[in-house]
């Protein structure tokens, strides 16, 4: 039983960069170039950085340091069993329908965040278009969203042709520009999750900004079904980059965890990478939708389609990553 958690960490912080020091070489350089005293003690390394594990698991609270250990000990394993190859073989299906999921699941409250902060700039946004239309210049971002909805629903109606020219180009754009995005936000939780919240409420004030003006002029059908099929999975995998803009930021603050920066940092780097790897995927699925779906309206495509499809989208999302890569529940009888 541990008494005083800082001084075993204390104690033991030495073992653990020692053995992750290792790692990195071997990483670098085959085990046959290790002298046996080296690896020796690269045996006893993880060994005691193994019976850490089992330590810290006491403390609940502890979940960034045993996270850290379990990776230090995981990587330990694999090159003692001499099955590097294999286990770092990067194997994409079991990653996004297991690890994505999981790790989006294991930060839920991030995730509850980084929407509340959406949901707060969309207020913002709406009210400030509702209570002084002059302030939609001020907002929109892009010039098209500036003029008047009806004119535009009105323009958009006239085209009775599927058009394809140039949608390849532009969805690559999209996918581009939405992935830049998605690492911005999650790059400014450096700033100690401050970039990565007023990324999140700036981009909910443009959302309700638009929301509002097209409400606001009766073209809530067009706005649903415009934005609906491709936005049922981009704002999703922007609020999953903010999530992981807030967890660099908790790691950065600390709160009242007691190990450094450092080890903090380190401990949430494989889940970073997982949650920003999986809003890229999630962001060519949108980008190719909104290029050659949700840009075309009626009479080219019936404004129900539309929002059946994008309905649909969003409840097979949500069952994604709410149920994917559960692990099943033994029946005991």
């Given at each position: 039983?541990?008494?005083?958690?800082?001084?075993?960490?204390?104690?033991?912080?030495?073992?653990?960069?020692?053995l992750?020091?290792?790692?990195?070489?071997?990483?670098?350089?085959?085990f046959?170039?290790?002298?046996?005293?080296?690896?020796?003690?690269?045996?006893?390394l993880?060994?005691?950085?193994?019976?850490?594990?089992?330590?810290?698991?006491?403390?609940v609270?502890?979940?960034?340091?045993q996270?850290?250990?379990?990776?230090?000990?995981?990587?330990?394993?694999?090159?003692?069993?001499?099955?590097?190859?294999?286990?770092?073989?990067?194997?994409?299906i079991?990653?996004?329908?297991?690890?994505?999921?999981?790790?989006?699941?294991?930060?839920?409250?991030?995730?509850?965040?980084?929407?509340?902060?959406?949901?707060?700039?969309?207020?913002?946004?709406?009210?400030?278009?509702?209570?002084?239309?002059?302030?939609?210049?001020?907002?929109?971002?892009?010039?098209?969203?500036?003029?008047?909805?009806?004119?535009?629903v009105a323009?958009?109606?006239?085209?009775?042709?599927?058009?394809?020219?140039?949608?390849?180009?532009?969805?690559?754009?999209?996918?581009?520009?939405?992935t830049?995005?998605?690492?911005?936000?999650?790059?400014?939780?450096?700033?100690?999750?401050?970039?990565?919240?007023?990324?999140?409420?700036?981009?909910?004030?443009?959302?309700?900004?638009?929301?509002?003006?097209?409400?606001?002029?009766?073209?809530?059908?067009?706005?649903?079904a415009?934005?609906?099929?491709?936005?049922?999975?981009?704002?999703?995998?922007?609020?999953?980059?903010?999530?992981a803009?807030?967890?660099?930021?908790?790691?950065?603050?600390?709160?009242?965890?007691?190990?450094?920066?450092?080890?903090?940092?380190?401990?949430?780097?494989?889940?970073?990478?997982?949650?920003?790897?999986?809003?890229?995927?999630l962001?060519?699925?949108?980008?190719?939708?909104?290029?050659?779906?949700?840009?075309?309206?009626?009479?080219?495509?019936?404004?129900?389609?539309?929002?059946?499809?994008?309905?649909?989208?969003?409840?097979?999302?949500?069952?994604?990553?709410?149920?994917?890569?559960r692990?099943?529940?033994?029946?005991?009888?």
């Amino acid at each position: 039983m541990i008494i005083n958690l800082q001084n075993f960490i204390d104690r033991e912080q030495p073992v653990w960069d020692e053995l992750d020091a290792l790692l990195v070489r071997i990483g670098r350089e085959p085990f046959g170039s290790f002298k046996l005293d080296e690896l020796k003690r690269f045996h006893y390394l993880a060994e005691r950085t193994s019976a850490d594990l089992i330590h810290i698991r006491e403390f609940v609270t502890q979940t960034e340091l045993q996270a850290y250990l379990e990776s230090l000990v995981s990587r330990a394993y694999s090159e003692i069993q001499e099955k590097h190859t294999n286990s770092m073989r990067f194997k994409p299906i079991h990653w996004f329908f297991k690890t994505f999921p999981r790790t989006f699941r294991k930060h839920a409250r991030c995730f509850g965040l980084a929407v509340a902060i959406t949901l707060l700039g969309s207020l913002f946004g709406g009210g400030a278009v509702l209570f002084d239309p002059d302030a939609k210049a001020a907002i929109m971002p892009f010039s098209h969203l500036g003029g008047d909805p009806s004119e535009r629903v009105a323009n958009e109606e006239k085209t009775d042709e599927l058009k394809l020219e140039g949608k390849g180009a532009f969805s690559a754009m999209l996918m581009t520009h939405n992935t830049k995005v998605s690492i911005l936000v999650l790059a400014l939780g450096i700033s100690f999750g401050v970039g990565s919240t007023v990324l999140l409420f700036y981009n909910g004030v443009i959302l309700g900004a638009v929301m509002a003006d097209y409400l606001i002029a009766g073209e809530g059908t067009f706005l649903t079904a415009w934005l609906l099929p491709h936005g049922s999975v981009e704002i999703p995998a922007i609020l999953i980059a903010g999530q992981a803009g807030l967890i660099l930021g908790g790691a950065m603050i600390g709160w009242s965890n007691r190990l450094s920066m450092k080890m903090r940092l380190r401990a949430i780097v494989p889940d970073l990478t997982t949650l920003i790897g999986g809003v890229a995927c999630l962001l060519v699925w949108a980008g190719i939708v909104e290029a050659y779906f949700s840009q075309d309206h009626e009479p080219v495509l019936p404004y129900a389609l539309k929002i059946s499809v994008g309905a649909i989208e969003l409840i097979l999302l949500f069952a994604f990553l709410t149920f994917s890569g559960r692990e099943p529940v033994e029946v005991q009888h």
